[in-house]
């Protein structure tokens, strides 16, 4: 019943980074690899830690000023598969998709931006499309995906991988929940603020 699943891939693309050091060097040394983007990326490598960069799995570049990083079937679907489902065996096989065990994803600081009486043009360019899609993906196969989408979660995470690389459904299950308050929050945040434009 508590199907405890290996950590063996993590997928790591956080805006704050302050916190994620032990995280890391437990990855790390439990062998796990790491996959993420941009300054994320260069932050884990800062560190000394080895990590591949998305575009180098998904064959293209951030886009569009940075709008678009992970936007990518090679990224959705190594989340997104189901591990036992035989179809989606096939497709992960036919497609090379890696799989994706743990996604650990904070947004842009929408809010703070908001408050601190930015411009409209930065408020909406500090509203996450990637790092929503990426938490909703790994929270709907929580069966399979452990998924962290704040940096509160950042403690419990580290005390489950210092008992291994491993997690449980229901340990899985309690990250997905935490995972959609965060996005429901989120997006509650911009209604109000986009409501509060429309005169």
């Not at 891939?9 to 437990?26: N, Q, R």
């Not at 996959?35 to 260069?42: C, E, P, R, W």
């Not at 995906?145 to 299950?173: F, H, I, N, W």
């Amino acid at each position: 019943m508590a199907r405890t699943l290996p950590i063996q891939s993590a997928l790591i693309s956080v805006y704050h980074k302050d916190g994620l050091e032990e995280i890391l060097s437990l990855l790390h040394r439990g062998g796990v690899k790491l996959l993420s983007t941009g300054g994320t990326q260069k932050f884990i490598e800062s560190l000394g830690f080895p990590c591949q960069k998305v575009e180098e799995l998904t064959g293209y570049p951030s886009i569009l000023g940075g709008r678009v990083k992970t936007l990518h079937p090679k990224v959705f679907g190594g989340i997104l598969c189901r591990r036992d489902q035989s179809e989606d065996a096939a497709d992960v096989a036919k497609y090379a998709l890696p799989r994706i065990d743990l996604v650990i994803v904070d947004l842009y600081p929408f809010e703070e931006t908001v408050a601190s009486g930015a411009s409209e043009e930065d408020i909406i360019e500090k509203i996450d499309i990637g790092g929503i899609s990426l938490i909703r993906a790994g929270a709907k196969n929580f069966r399979d995906v452990l998924t962290v989408a704040s940096k509160a979660d950042y403690q419990p995470l580290a005390d489950l991988l210092q008992e291994g690389m491993r997690s449980t459904l229901e340990q899985r299950r309690t990250f997905a929940l935490h995972a959609f308050e965060v996005s429901s929050h989120y997006d509650a945040a911009i209604k109000t603020w986009m409501a509060t434009t429309i005169e």
